[in-house]
């Protein structure tokens, strides 16, 4: 049950993410991608290495927040500069 809930809370986290960069740049399928893919991997990564706040069906809430958010916005940016960096090569 605490996976689950894990890899919903990334899921959220990613979509999160996902929506504020649809927002900033346009529809794009890459970036919304990474960003819930690595909301989950971010949620599930620091839920298994902090136990700091309490449990919620086995999870620790808000460190399992906070590391999707984080991990998620982190991918989302790198991808973002990367492809502006590609295209920016590509003209010149």
């Known amino acids: 049950m605490s996976i689950i809930f894990s890899v919903l809370l990334g899921l959220i986290c990613g979509a999160f993410v996902g ?3 649809k927002l ?3 529809e794009n399928l890459i970036g919304l991608t990474l ?3 690595f ?12 136990r700091l706040s309490p449990d919620i069906w ?3 809430f808000l460190p399992a927040l906070v ?3 984080v991990v998620s916005g982190a991918a989302t940016l790198v991808f973002r ?3 502006r960096w590609y ?3 590509k003209r010149g």
């Open 19 to 21: 929506a504020l960069d």
């Open 24 to 26: 900033r740049h346009g």
């Open 35 to 37: 960003s819930l893919v």
């Open 39 to 50: 909301g989950v991997a971010g949620t599930m990564a620091t839920e298994q290495l902090m």
């Open 58 to 60: 086995g999870v620790d």
């Open 67 to 69: 590391g999707g958010l």
């Open 81 to 83: 500069q990367c492809s």
């Open 87 to 89: 295209g920016e090569r």
